[in-house]
């Protein structure tokens, strides 16, 4: 506010002043025009009438000094030594000033504004002509002026400061209530927003701004409690089989098979609670910027090829069949043990939900693909060079995932068993997909899938890919 009240003062004063002087350059300069048109009209009546009667002139040109009292015009004859040989009525003694030339040459002296020249045609002993005003109705009219301007300018000294505290209370009010709001929220409570007035302006925009930043909070806050919610659920389920086996042991006298068997359960437990807290671990990497993702060049084929193999026996094993496409050479920045566990976890979803329609379940039968399976899992690598992207494709043919839960599936802990199993319980923590896309998106690159009830699933994976002309993917 006092930095706009100092600026606007400061204008304000500067466009006073200026006009103030350009006023008073204005007047004096058209009272030079008047005065060198008055010595025209006289070099006229000199150069036009060569009889002239000068003493007719004198009448003339006093007649017109006193019908211009008010401004006390007069007309001077005046020798070459500068001394007035005439002089019209009213016409004031002016010290010795004027030197003869035939230029028109006005000057300012003792209060008066002078206009003269030397005229041919007049006479010899009184060849300068000289006329001449007061500058007094000027000096009036400058004092009119300069009364407006220290009027103005008091009212600008005072209404600036005035105008720009009420100015700047109405435009911080809304600042102050958004800052009122904000300190009201917690990490608990976050469902009051900044109140947006509809003016459109900045603060609007500015309370538009922070409600967006309050509604991605309010929903990473959300998240992070239903994801602690359910890894606590998930925990918890390990850790009561592993207590309930220990009770089971302490119970009573046990064989040494039965503790071997019930030792075999506490080992599986565990492992089962170490998958999950890796899982824990990677996502909560994820979710602090902190998984490193080296820029290292990695043939991506050769991954691809590799994860197959290793699930070859599996989905045999299932009654699956595995198709490995034609796999380009290509090459993709990042981290090749991440790349791998993004295609374990997509692979082994694939033949597990796979296999539960076709082996494990008297579902829709389909043609026979000709190895006694039914279950078929494609994998392809569809590059594009224009676009310097790669293309992962998984496609499956087992019980699809409806419509409603394809937004969701890469959620937390989120499982659609029921509906891609048809009640069969699969296992697995939920946290496979979220997983798969946290590291591909480390990768910056993007995962999508593609499903219909009965038809199959297609994951999509997309990298950018390293070329001679494009190095700047390791970056």
């Not at 003869?100 to 045609?121: D, F, I, N, Q, V």
């Not at 209404?159 to 435009?171: D, E, F, K, N, T």
């Not at 919610?229 to 086996?245: C, F, G, K, Y």
């Not at 080992?267 to 999950?276: A, F, G, H």
Request: net charge negative; aromatic share 6%.
């Amino acid at each position: 506010m006092f930095w706009n009240a100092l600026a606007v003062i400061v204008t304000g004063l500067a466009i006073l002043i200026t006009v103030r002087q350009g006023v008073g350059y204005r007047l004096l300069y058209d009272l030079d025009h008047v005065l060198a048109e008055d010595l025209d009209e006289i070099s006229l009546n000199l150069r036009e009438e060569r009889g002239l009667d000068f003493e007719r002139l004198h009448r003339e040109l006093d007649r017109k000094a006193r019908g211009h009292a008010y401004h006390q015009w007069f007309v001077l004859f005046i020798d070459r030594k500068g001394d007035a040989v005439w002089s019209s009525t009213g016409a004031p003694v002016l010290p010795r000033v004027i030197t003869p030339g035939r230029e028109t040459e006005t000057l300012t002296t003792s209060g008066y504004r002078l206009a003269y020249r030397e005229l041919a045609g007049a006479r010899e002993r009184a060849p300068i002509v000289c006329v001449g005003s007061s500058v007094k109705f000027i000096q009036r009219d400058m004092a009119s002026i300069d009364r407006m301007v220290i009027l103005v300018a008091a009212v600008i000294i005072v209404g600036s400061p005035l105008c720009g505290y009420i100015l700047a209370g109405r435009a911080t009010a809304p600042l102050a209530n958004m800052m009122a709001t904000t300190a009201r929220l917690r990490p608990s409570e976050m469902d009051e927003r900044l109140k947006v007035r509809g003016t459109g302006d900045e603060l609007d925009q500015l309370a538009m701004t922070v409600n967006g930043l309050l509604d991605r909070l309010a929903e990473y806050l959300k998240q992070k409690h239903d994801f602690l919610a359910n890894a606590a659920h998930e925990l918890r389920t390990p850790l009561s089989a592993i207590r309930s086996s220990v009770e089971v042991a302490l119970s009573g006298d046990r064989t040494v098979d039965e503790y071997n068997e019930l030792l075999a359960e506490v080992i599986d437990e565990c492992s089962s609670l170490e998958t999950l807290v890796n899982q824990l671990l990677l996502l909560a990497e994820t979710d602090a910027d902190r998984q490193e993702v080296v820029g290292d060049p990695i043939p991506l084929h050769l991954v691809v090829g590799r994860a197959a193999e290793m699930f070859q026996g599996v989905a045999e094993f299932n009654g699956v069949r595995l198709k490995v496409e034609h796999l380009p050479e290509v090459v993709v920045p990042g981290n090749r043990h991440y790349l791998r566990q993004v295609l374990s976890n997509l692979l082994d979803n694939a033949i597990k939900f796979t296999a539960s329609r076709y082996v494990h379940h008297a579902g829709p039968i389909s043609a026979n693909n000709g190895h006694g399976t039914r279950g078929e899992i494609k994998i392809s690598l569809q590059p594009d060079w224009e676009q310097r992207v790669v293309r992962l494709l998984i496609e499956d043919n087992g019980p699809g995932i409806p419509k409603e839960d394809l937004p969701l599936i890469f959620d937390r802990f989120y499982r659609v068993d029921r509906a891609r199993v048809r009640g069969i319980a699969t296992g697995g923590t939920g946290l496979g997909l979220s997983i798969c896309q946290a590291i591909i998106h480390a990768h910056r690159g993007t995962i999508e899938v593609m499903s219909k009830v009965d038809e199959g699933t297609t994951f999509v994976i997309t990298l950018p890919l390293v070329t001679a002309d494009n190095p700047a993917a390791l970056v």
